[in-house]
């Protein structure tokens, strides 16, 4: 289960506070002090943690806890919605261009699961949402990754636009458009290359893809259980590609949660999807308050 480091903790600090019928300014301080012990360990970000816990503070020494006849559950209540505020609150849809296909851009580090992400979400939009949609394989420095994105297709039993390894990315993102819409696919997803650091070929490589075919949605793929390393990429991606969401994989191996808790504030792009395992129906979307709830319990 994704937290549960984080949720033990935090669940044990609030056990503390919620049966009681008076909470003081001295509970406050001391479960939010525990609160942010609990978030730095998690390895959520430094400005992250202080902003939150001014916010947490200012709230629960305030009126609606004070003059709440269960201030202790009240609190509670605060640290939920704060949590939930921090990883986006509302959960964020799909985009869905005004003419198919839509076009989704997927990029990210190797070994981030950007290949495996890619398929899992066809498979989501045609479970979920009933689409047809087109797997592209646009990395071609790395012929492991062209197979790789054809087996998941046929395990899907979905269409996977190649060109081999001697295209251009550019190329073959246009060229799949085109296909696309000869054979009626409403969405797109572009599998790009990824490296094993963020650098200036692969972000060009990116920026010139992203310009010739104009995608709705670019969804960043980070691994979580790198943490803050998970937020640094999502940081200079989105300087240098204008991401529009981040898909999150290994959610289930990560007890932490420091990136999950921290990419929104950070980069102001929402966490679209959580990758929860590695097949290729293990991918959910991402609700900031089912997770807040998750967290504490
Ligand atoms: P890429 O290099 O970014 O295309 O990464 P891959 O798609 O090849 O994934 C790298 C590894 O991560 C593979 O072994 C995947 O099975 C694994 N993986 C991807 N997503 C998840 C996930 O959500 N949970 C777990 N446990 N493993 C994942």
Known sequence: MAFEGLADRLQRTMKKITGKGKVSEQDVKEMTREVRLALLEADVNFKVVKDLIKRIKERAIG?????SLTPGQQVIKVVKEELSELMGGEQSKIAVADRPPTVIMMAGLQGAGKTTTSGKLANHLRKKHNRSPLLVAADVYRPAAIDQLE?????????VFSKGTDANPVDIAQEALEKAK?????????????????????????????????????????????????????????????????V?????????????????????????FAGMGEKLDQLEPFHPEGMASRILG
């Open 63 to 67: 009126q609606e806890v004070m003059e």
């Open 151 to 159: 087996t998941v297709g046929e395990q899907l039993g979905m269409p």
């Open 182 to 246: 000869e054979e009626h696919n409403d969405y797109v997803i572009i599998d790009t290359a990824g490296r094993l650091h963020v650098d200036e070929n692969l972000m060009d490589e990116l920026d010139q893809i992203k310009a010739a075919v104009k995608p709705d949605e670019v969804f960043l793929v980070v691994d979580a259980m790198t943490g803050q390393d998970a937020v640094n990429v999502a940081e200079s991606f989105n300087d240098q590609l204008e991401i529009s969401g981040v």
């Open 248 to 272: 999150l994989t290994k959610l289930d191996g990560d007890t932490r949660g420091g990136a999950a808790l921290s990419i929104k504030a950070v980069t102001d792009k929402p966490i679209k």
